[in-house]
Each structure stands twice: as C-alpha cells, then as structure tokens.
C-alpha cells in the first residue's frame, strides 16, 4: 500500500509561482521509481483534470493548457514528485492532487488547495 501526501499549496497572486510536493510512504525507492506520477486538479464544480505524467523513465506529457507554465519532476531517492506552477493564473485555482499509478495499482493523495488571486 502506498500513501501519498501532497504539500506546497497555498494562497497566491496571479503571476506567482508554487512548487507541489507528493510524499509516498510505504514503499521504498527502488518500487515508487517504477511508479508513473501524475498531477491532477479538481476546481469547485468541476471534474477532476489530469494536468501532467511522468514516467518511471522520466518521460513526461502535459495536458496543453499547463504545458510551458507547469513542470512535473520526480526525485526517487526522495519518494518524492513535484509539480511547478509558474505563471498561475485565478482559473488554475482548485485542489490539487498526485496519483502513483503501476498495472493495476492506483494511489491518491488528499489534496493540496491551491488559490490564485487576481
């Protein structure tokens, strides 16, 4: 089992940046480095988004409304994948969760809020 925990979320202006942290617990290095990552959002009213994918070889996709302003990283030794948001604007305001998927293993954080004022 595999828990994730996001943090780094927080109240900014537009135009600011964040970083996401996803912590996983319960598996060492060597398994969450097998893992794909991803990033996800969730705006009140809304379906859940995928925003951004990172491959257990360090491939990456971006949902293209995010591409060039977010960067999704993973460091393995850490247990650790990050989501850098530059440039935020109010529209990317929502809860923002990570998700650690193999074959037919799919975990999920709790959520990290992230507001962005204009």
């Known amino acids: 089992q595999v828990q994730l925990v996001e943090s780094g979320g927080g109240l900014v202006q537009a135009g600011g940046s964040l970083r996401l942290s996803c912590a996983a617990s319960g598996t060492s290095g060597s398994i969450f480095s097998i893992y794909a990552m991803g990033w996800y959002r969730q705006a009140p009213g809304k379906q859940r988004e995928w925003l951004a994918r990172?491959?257990?070889?360090?491939?990456?996709n971006y949902l293209d409304s995010v591409k060039g302003r977010f960067t999704i990283s993973r460091d393995n030794a850490k247990n650790t994948a990050y989501l850098q948001m530059n440039s935020l604007k109010p529209e990317d305001t929502a809860v923002y969760y990570c998700?650690?998927?193999?074959?037919?293993?799919?975990?999920w954080g709790q959520g990290t809020q992230v507001t962005v004022s204009s």
């Open positions: 998700n650690a998927q193999l074959l037919q293993y799919d975990y």
């Open positions: 990172i491959t257990s070889s360090g491939r990456t």
